[in-house]
């Protein structure tokens, strides 16, 4: 009598399970437990199949963003490259970070885990081999499946800035405020400076553009010592490595 209902059941709910695959069907029709635990089971699968559609329509239909991508690439003298992009305003937002060898041919695996997923907007690599080549790719998405498409990339063996010699001062006029100095490079690759505070190069506190050779950064709290330094990057966004 139990097998007789079963079957009944798997009948009626044949057109919901014809999008569902899985142990859930044979067992339905072949099991030889508990119509409850069965039942069960076709439950189980049709809630499946329904979330399953319904993630698929929501990222078909999600917005796109227009998000440039990354923006700069500094290769450390360890091999660390260091990555950066603009924030975009929306909360939740992660980026991927993807990379390829440039000498491979090959082209990014978008469907792959990407190399970092972080939601700031200034990563480092783990160190790379400095005598190979290696590109990168950002992409953002957000909690709702908002996603960009952009495809901008960049090396590790673009031209990048060979003549820039860093930070020449930083100095304090009145309490609370920075200026920071350099020398303007004579490098025409040169298409602007990213001012940083810290040794470390990780947290970007401005951008310059080519013609300028001093940043002011107010507000500070007063008594404070602080570290800063300038990369110069081309129109690529490659940055020099001065330290």
């Not at 923006?71 to 980026?95: C, I, M």
């Not at 972080?118 to 080549?133: A, Q």
Request: charged share 20%; net charge neutral.
């Amino acid at each position: 009598m139990g097998d007789h209902k079963t079957q009944v059941v798997a009948e009626a709910l044949g057109p919901v399970l014809k999008n569902c695959d899985g142990p859930g069907i044979s067992l339905v029709f072949n099991g030889k437990g508990s119509l409850g635990l069965r039942l069960t089971l076709v439950t189980l699968c049709f809630i499946f199949a329904s979330c399953s559609k319904l993630v698929k329509s929501s990222v078909t239909n999600a917005e796109k963003y227009n998000f440039p991508g990354i923006s700069s690439l500094g290769v450390q003298k360890s091999g660390v490259v260091r990555l950066s992009w603009p924030a975009l305003p929306d909360s939740g937002v992660v980026y991927s970070v993807y990379s390829r060898e440039k000498s491979s041919g090959s082209s990014y695996n978008l469907s792959s885990e990407p190399l970092i997923k972080t939601s700031e907007t200034l990563t480092e690599t783990k160190p790379l081999p400095l005598n190979e080549s290696y590109c990168f790719m950002v992409r953002a998405l957000s909690e709702n499946y908002k996603y960009d498409t952009n495809t901008k990339e960049i090396c590790t063996t673009d031209d990048g800035v060979s003549d820039f010699t860093g930070i020449l001062s930083a100095t304090s006029p009145v309490s609370g405020v920075a200026n920071v100095t350099w020398v303007r490079s004579v490098d025409p690759n040169v298409t602007g400076y990213n001012i940083y505070q810290g040794s470390n190069f990780l947290l970007r506190i401005g951008v310059a553009d080519a013609t300028a050779n001093s940043f002011t950064l107010s507000g500070l709290p007063p008594g404070e010592r602080r570290e800063f330094g300038v990369r110069a990057f081309d129109k690529n966004g490659r940055e020099d490595n001065n330290q």
